[in-house]
């Protein structure tokens, strides 16, 4: 309880505090200059779309946030520069792209940029060689052992059990689904994915050796080491200082001469913040945590986040944590037309980190795209993967921006069924089905398709294909017959991507959107708002969607795998084939079963 003395003389009690506070000055004597550093830690893979509740239990936020909490450190004069801790990065290639140049204007503003780690794969040193300076713990190790493809073709197990995958593909690079019924790799994969490890392992070698002035030659010989002690890595120039963390904090401060303060969580909030005595601080950070961004009053550029499969209907985040979310058709055309509709909005930016999915569903949110660009300029911003359906949906867009290393093209389609008619042979199953109707069974499980439920399947698709085509030539003002030969279900690295004309510029989402304001007659060197949809799912919408899901679990068979290094090209997340063709339920898939993820 207060005093009510003190109430009563609240000029007294200025009075003391200021005798006090001189009393401790003249003791402690003047006090040398704090230099202060943000110390940023980046967590897992940076998902695009925003996902607040992820944040509540220490996730990595979204890859916006944390460009945006580089960019609030150029013009923040209280903080002299980042500490940047990256042992658990997992980013793919484009979104780490992104976070170097954040790093390169915050250098340019004079703040130091120094990365820490304990141990660095592929994924995280390339985050780190955006920084002037790398720091790694001495028991650590650099690994980086080089690009793979691998695959495992489970063609010979599943004739042993009795299981097939009955599969109709257009294009002869759409290779989806082929470890289910090759017993090998095809040459169209070998072509497709060697062109595509060519492009990353160039892009990776150029990189490391242009920010750490070293040849070419140099790199691929570390990189042909694999793994690199400490030592080692710091005598081949690829990390500045070996040091235990309080050697790193003593040093910093004799570098400024003055002693320095980390400011951790820098933009930060989660549940290490929260005092659980206090009531208030637990509600006011769970509504902050689940708030829905603020519209701006003014003029905005509105981003559009298609993130996750392509399905039909009704997006689903990843739950609480994070991860695993799905791109619905009908989401995305009321966010769409949300921003077409509104005249604040200037232009809207279509952020695109998607394998593509549903065949029907790209096409309803390609046709909004189209919708949307008569009434104001829409750009694409392609992330780690824009492939398949994920490119049909941006097809239509006024122009397409990608980083070198993403993933797109994969302009073919796919049909599939697993057939368990032999398992159930050898288990003592007897399917039975009474039907009306020649294709009643036709996407049964217990058959193989028949000859002629094949041809129409056929004929279904290719039609699919030809429409695909057709409209990415519509959409890139181009001849059909200039675009046929890229197609074919071939994907391409964004660089190869942009000298084929099938994307527009190289660059991330603030190039993204720096192009679109011009597309919209606006001066990009005074960036306006953004607003971002869809909007990030209440605590009511998580309830609704399965009662406070806390992890994404799956089952069923997964993709094939490219790892480089740390970096992994596997099964697309959320994307078995049982998960998949529970959603789709539709004859065509436009998908590519791969994703991007630097570890």
Sequence with gaps: MRSPTLLRFPSLVLALAVSTAAVRAQENGPRAEVVRLAEIRLRGALPDQPDAPSDLFGGGGTLRSTVERLRRLE????????????????????????????????????????????????????????????????????????????????????????????????GEFKTAFEEYYRGEMSDAQRESLGAILDDLYGDVVAEIAARRGLGGEAVRAAMDAGILTAEQARARRLVDVVEYEDEFRERLAGSFGAPVEVVERYGRRGLSDIDFEDPTAIFEL???????????????????????????????????????????????RDALREAAGDANVKAIVLRIDSPGGSGSASDEIWREVVRAKERKPVVVS?????????????????????????????????????????????????????????????????????????????????????DFVGK????????????????????????????LGLVDRLGGLEEAIALAMERAGLDPSNPLPTYELPKPPSFADLLEEGGLPLLSARAGLRGPRVEIGGLSIGAAEGGTISDLLSRMREPVLAWLPLSLRLD
């Excluded at 961004?293 to 986040?305: F, Q």
């Excluded at 039909?312 to 695993?324: A, C, D, F, V, Y």
């Excluded at 059909?480 to 942009?498: D, K, N, V």
């Design 472 to 499: 990415v030539a519509a959409g890139r003002s181009r001849a059909i017959e200039e675009i046929e030969p890229i197609a074919r279900g071939r994907i391409w690295s964004g660089r190869r991507a942009l000298d």
């Design 286 to 332: 769970f509504g902050e945590m689940f708030r829905q961004t603020p519209k701006p009053k003014g003029d905005a550029i509105a981003v559009v986040y298609a993130n996750g499969m392509i399905v039909p209907g009704k997006s689903q985040g990843g739950g609480l944590l994070g991860g695993g979310g799905t791109v619905g058709s009908r989401t995305m």
């Design 382 to 466: 392609m992330s780690d993967v824009a492939a398949s359906g994920g490119y049909y949906i941006a097809m239509g867009a006024d122009a397409i921006v990608a980083e070198a290393t993403t993933i797109t093209g994969s302009i073919g389609v796919v049909s599939a069924k697993p057939v368990f008619e032999g398992l159930y042979g050898k288990i003592g199953v007897n399917a039975q089905a009474l039907e009306r109707g020649a294709r009643a069974g036709m996407f049964s499980t217990d058959r193989p398709f028949s000859s002629e439920e094949r041809e129409a399947l056929r004929r279904f698709s290719e039609s699919f294909y030809r």
């Design 75 to 170: 013009t923040d004069e209280a903080i002299q520069g980042v500490i940047l801790q990256c042992d658990d990065f997992a980013a793919g290639p484009a979104k780490s792209a992104e976070l170097r140049r954040a790093l390169d204007r915050l250098r340019g503003a004079g703040k130091r940029t120094v990365a820490r780690a304990s141990n660095l794969g592929l994924g995280s040193y390339l985050l780190a060689a955006g920084c002037e300076e790398i720091s790694i713990e001495p028991a650590g190790a650099l690994f980086m052992p080089g690009l793979r493809f691998s695959a495992t073709y489970l063609l010979g197990l599943l004739e042993k059990i009795g299981v097939r995958l009955d599969v109709v593909h257009v």
